[in-house]
Nanobody
Framework: QVQLAESGGGVVQAGGSLRLSCSASERTVNKFNMGWLRQAPGKEREVVAAITWSAGLPYYLDSVKGRFTLSRDNANNMIYLQMNNLKPEDTGVYYC???????????????WGQGTQVTVSS
């Protein structure tokens, strides 16, 4: 079973930046599709950014395009989410996730981390 651990969340003012990190328990980031999801209070979890194991063009939620950048470090088995120009509507718990089966990219995932809270104040 893959274990994922997120870090880097926090409280930031609107317009600020945060960088989220995700470490995996085994060789994962260059073998499986990876994604960042978020869940705001009272809302369903949504996919914010994702990348295939072959590192094709990343997927981004429309509302974060141009502001968020997903990257990965295969050597260290990490993925990152650089978030710039943050807005209050970006507030939520952010989860790193892995898609083992490779079906229905970028919507389906098999394992998630415990999440890291991001709060953007206006």
């Amino acid at each position: 079973q893959v274990q994922l651990a997120e870090s880097g969340g926090g409280v930031v003012q609107a317009g600020g930046s945060l960088r989220l990190s995700c470490s995996a328990s085994e060789r994962t980031v260059n073998k499986f599709n990876m994604g960042w999801l978020r869940q705001a209070p009272g809302k369903e979890r949504e996919v914010v950014a994702a990348i295939t194991w072959s590192a094709g063009l990343p997927y981004y939620l429309d509302s974060v395009k141009g502001r968020f950048t997903l990257s990965r470090d295969n050597a260290n088995n990490m993925i990152y989410l650089q978030m710039n120009n943050l807005k209050p509507e970006d507030t939520g718990v952010y989860y790193c996730a892995v898609d083992i089966t490779g079906q229905d990219f970028p919507r389906r995932y098999d394992y998630w981390g415990q999440g890291t809270q991001v709060t953007v104040s206006s």
